[in-house]
């Protein structure tokens, strides 16, 4: 069972920047960001496999940057050019799975962290 806790969300004007991680208590083949904006249903943003290869939804293609560092069991997302619609709740997820990490039925997820873009 991996356990999720992500930190760093918070309020912040358009064009601006922030840095969002989860602490996991173990890394998994694939990790990703999703995100859920009132009203709307749950998206991915961005994963990353084993081999730190990357996916980005294309609302963020070239504005946000996703990474781990296994050695230290933590997933960041940078997020630049913040955007009104990037506003929403963002989760951190884990799952071992060895096809496309898009595809992964994610079971473990953290409580979530707010990003607020005015």
């Known amino acids: 069972h991996v356990q999720l806790v992500e930190s760093g969300g918070g309020s912040v004007q358009a064009g601006g920047s922030l840095g969002l991680s989860c602490a996991a208590t173990g890394i998994s083949t694939c990790m990703g960001w999703f995100r859920q904006a009132p009203g709307k249903e749950r998206e991915g943003v961005a994963t990353?496999?084993?081999?730190?290869?990357?996916w980005y939804a294309d609302s963020v293609k070239g504005r946000f940057t996703i990474s781990k560092d296994d050695a230290k069991n933590t997933l960041t997302l940078q997020m630049n050019s913040l955007e009104l619609e990037d506003t929403g709740m963002y989760y951190c997820a884990s799952e071992d799975y060895g096809g496309s990490c898009l595809s992964a039925a994610y079971r473990y997820w953290g409580q979530g962290t707010q990003v607020t873009v005015s």
């Open positions: 990353i496999d084993s081999l730190s290869s990357t």
